[in-house]
Structure formats: C-alpha cells, structure tokens
C-alpha cells in the first residue's frame, strides 16, 4: 500500500515532463516577433534587381506585395517563400496583415522584412493609418510562413540573359507554390536520363556548363519545415533549341 502513492507521483511527474516537452516543440503556425520596414524610394512595388534574380517578376509578383529578408533569405533558400506579416500597433494596424513573398536579399535596423511600399501600407486598417505607418518607417510586427498561392499559373522556367547556348546554361524558377523549399534541382537527358546536380548561384538563378543536350527534363526538390523531401519532375521539358531570355511553362504546380 505504501508503494502506490510512489508509483503515482512518478507518474505524474513522467506527464507533466512529457506536457512540457510537447509544448517545448515548435509551432508551425504561431507568430514570431521582429519590426519591419519598407523600401526607402517613391515606388510602391518591389525592385527588379533583386538577389533573388527573379528580374522584372520581382517588383510585380504576388501584386507587388513583397519584401527583402534578413535571415530568413538563407543564402537564396528563401527566395520564394511566403510569410503572413502584420504589425503589432492596434491603433494602425490590421489584424490580417499582408502576404508577402520574398525576392531579395537586405536588413535594415535589426529588421527582418524589408517591404514594398504597397505591402508596408496593406499592414494597416485604412489609407490613413497606411500614410502613419508609411512615416514610422520601421514597425514592430509578427510574422509566421503560410503557403504561396498562384492561381491557374504553373511553376515557370525563365532563362537568364547570360546563358550561351550550348555551353552555358542559367534559369531562374517563378511562380514556387506552397510551403516547402527547393534546395536542389537536377537536369536531365530525356533520352538516356543521365542527371547532372545544378549550382545555385545566388537566389533561385540555377546554373550549369556543359549542360546535357536535346531536350531538357528538371528534377527538383521540395523540403519542408520537417524535414521531409520529395522530388518533382515537371510534364514539360526545356526544348533542345532553348534561347536565353524564353520562359517554359512546365506544367505542374506544387501546393505542399
């Protein structure tokens, strides 16, 4: 009898460290605190010159509602990913916030988002509070990663300029859907399938010399937050005569 009251406490004391465990465990879905700020010129959408060298989809993607990161670029791996920011100010600020998506590369006073000015001034209630916030300059805000959404538009494959058919070959990828991350793509021979691991430069520009010849099949991997991965293989293929400066739809879109 005297052992029962022992073997209880034990085992409230196994709970209640397994209860502090779990709620140790990271939220996917629960905000983080930082400040924001916005881009320092007269236009309300992103920049063009971005290091994410999405070029002039990135000043107008997602509406415009973008943003430079911090650390969370992650050497390029963050190029793409979409993150729901709103300020903290109940006086000014709404509760949604914005959607932005990441297209470059800066910090400014201990920020962690760099936004357009368009996204800066969607943080608020209305037009008004939009000009106060836009004259705070920088914010407290909260911010947590949601999926990115493109409606009826594909994953895109837009060739750099300073590709030089056949001996060197770069492409930018557009349009990165959900919430995982691509940390590596593959290039292929369609016929013989033999794959070649890209290079990424900077951003989401991928590189190669020497690439395959013929048509060209793209392998790429998604990672998410938990670590799992999944390779993806888009229904369309570069064509053998592939130009730079030529955008390929190829034909998949990946919500996870």
């Known amino acids: 009898m005297a052992r029962f009251p022992i073997f209880v406490n034990i085992s409230l004391a196994a709970f209640l460290i397994l209860g502090s465990l779990a709620n140790a465990a990271p939220c996917r879905d629960c905000f983080i605190h930082s400040r924001a700020?916005?881009?320092p010129n007269s236009d309300d959408n992103g920049t063009e010159i971005g290091q994410c060298g999405y070029g002039t989809l990135g000043a107008t993607i997602n509406g415009g509602d973008v943003s430079a990161a911090s650390d969370l670029y992650r050497d390029g791996v963050g190029c793409g990913a979409c993150y729901q920011v709103r300020c903290t100010n109940g006086n000014y600020c709404s509760d949604k916030g914005?959607?932005?998506?990441?297209?470059?590369?800066?910090?400014?006073?201990?920020t962690d988002f760099i936004l357009s000015r368009r996204a800066f001034g969607r943080m608020a209630q209305n037009a008004d509070a939009a000009a106060t916030l836009l004259a705070f300059g920088i914010v407290d805000i909260e911010y947590r990663r949601v999926p990115c959404s493109y409606p009826n538009k594909n994953i895109t494959i837009k060739i750099d300029e300073n590709s030089?058919?056949?001996?060197?070959?770069?492409?930018v990828i557009w349009n990165q859907q959900g919430r995982s991350d691509i940390t590596a793509v593959q290039l292929c021979e369609t016929q013989s399938y033999v794959c070649k691991l890209l290079d990424r430069t900077y951003g989401a520009v991928w590189t190669t010399t020497s690439p395959p010849s013929g048509p060209l099949?793209?392998?790429m991997l998604f990672s998410d937050e938990n670590g799992d991965?999944?390779?993806?293989?888009?229904?369309?293929?570069?064509?053998?005569?592939?130009k730079p400066g030529d955008t390929y739809d190829t034909g998949v879109q990946v919500i996870a």
């Open 164 to 171: 030089n058919y056949p001996h060197y070959l770069a492409f």
């Open 217 to 219: 099949s793209i392998r």
């Open 98 to 110: 914005v959607t932005v998506v990441i297209t470059d590369q800066g910090s400014s006073d201990h």
């Open 37 to 39: 700020t916005h881009y």
């Open 229 to 242: 991965e999944k390779w993806v293989v888009p229904v369309n293929d570069i064509p053998q005569n592939w």
